[in-house]
């Protein structure tokens, strides 16, 4: 099992940017990665997926203006925002599965999470 470790968070004023990361223990260029979060009182999400061939997926509320990316050489997975919003605000996990995901699947291996916070 794949382990995976995130870093990057914090707190920035919206409109400011993030570089989410997330090391992967092993090198799979099979698996597919994604990131989701889970803000207070809510569902978790999913936010983005790639997969091993560099296909990518996003939800609407983050489409133009999140990316997500991924280094297969040195097993990081990486997830940009851009022009962030108050509503981004919540706890960020990244999430692999074997072999291929959407934004719907169900992910074996997980992050411990980093905090993301978008004051007004």
């Known amino acids: 099992q794949v382990q995976l470790v995130e870093s990057g968070g914090g707190s920035v004023q919206a409109g400011g940017s993030l570089r989410l990361s997330c090391k992967a223990s092993k090198s799979d260029y099979n698996y597919c990665m994604g990131w989701f979060r889970q803000a207070p009182g809510k569902e978790r999400e999913g936010v983005a997926t790639?997969?091993?061939?560099?296909?990518?997926e996003y939800a609407d509320s983050v489409k133009g203006r999140f990316t997500i990316s991924r280094d297969n050489a040195n097993d990081n997975l990486f997830l940009q925002m851009d022009d962030l919003k108050p509503e981004d605000t919540a706890m960020y996990y990244c999430?692999?599965?074997?072999?291929?995901?959407?934004?719907?699947?169900?992910?074996?291996?997980w992050g411990q999470g980093t905090q993301v916070t978008v004051s007004s």
């Open positions: 999430a692999a599965r074997s072999p291929t995901c959407t934004l719907h699947s169900t992910f074996g291996a």
């Open positions: 790639i997969r091993w061939d560099g296909q990518v």
